[in-house]
């Protein structure tokens, strides 16, 4: 059964860092592109940083550039989100996503695979 497991989420101060990671189980996620998504209570699920199937493309929202950088470790089978300088509205629940398909995908709906989301709280 293919799946995404995400860790790494949890409470930190604002100015700190976290790494989330993003496990694929039963297939391979080289080949994919991979999404980070977050949700903050009462919000859309936005888009945070993607990276394409080659790796040669990447996206950041605004509010995160110079903060969070994607990464990928083949060998691991495992996406990265690095997080600095976290602020209090980074805090949501975050989720990893992937499709079976080549290029760079934006939006929620052109994922086909989710993880079950890891919950990162920045407060003080």
């Known amino acids: 059964q293919e799946q995404l497991v995400e860790s790494g989420g949890g409470l930190v101060q604002p100015g700190g860092s976290l790494r989330l990671s993003c496990a694929a189980r039963g297939f391979t996620l080289d080949l994919y592109a991979i999404g980070w998504f977050r949700q903050a209570p009462g919000k859309e699920r936005e888009a945070v940083s993607c990276?394409?199937?080659?790796?040669?493309?990447?996206y950041y929202a605004d509010s995160v550039k110079g903060r969070f950088t994607i990464s990928r470790d083949n060998a691991k089978n495992t996406v990265y989100l690095q997080m600095n300088s976290l602020k209090p509205e980074d805090t949501a629940v975050y989720y990893c996503?992937?499709?079976?398909?080549?290029?760079?995908?934006?939006?929620?709906?052109?994922?086909?695979?989710w993880g079950q989301g890891t919950q990162v709280t920045v407060s003080s």
């Open positions: 990276i394409s199937s080659d790796d040669a493309s990447t």
């Open positions: 996503a992937t499709t079976i398909a080549g290029g760079i995908y934006y939006y929620p709906h052109e994922y086909s695979l």
